[in-house]
């Protein structure tokens, strides 16, 4: 899990790297930043996930018959500070 977690953060490193290179281009493709950027935001909630794995918090569900879709922590909580706390 050690190894997943520093291979995560190297990828977000050589990520933003690329953003940074792309944004300061002379023509920068909008297209390849959008991707780039949604990239980084799917590496992030991957690092919060292992983050909450560590403290031996569950994962939470959108819906029980649907194991495989995870809300993103920062999604979920972006969604409580818009519901009054009510995911």
């Known amino acids: 899990m050690q ?16 953003i940074e290179s792309e944004h300061k281009s002379r023509a920068p493709n909008w297209m390849r930043l959008f991707r780039l950027k949604r990239i980084r ?13 560590r403290e031996g918090k569950k994962a939470v569900r959108v819906n029980a018959r649907e194991p ?3 809300v993103p922590v920062m999604a979920l909580a972006r969604m409580q500070k818009n519901n009054g706390g009510r995911a």
């Open 68 to 70: 495989r879709r995870y």
């Open 41 to 53: 935001l799917m590496i992030k909630d991957r690092i919060q996930a292992f983050k909450t794995l």
């Open 3 to 18: 190894n997943k977690l520093i291979s995560l953060i190297l990828k977000l490193t050589s990520i933003n790297l690329a």
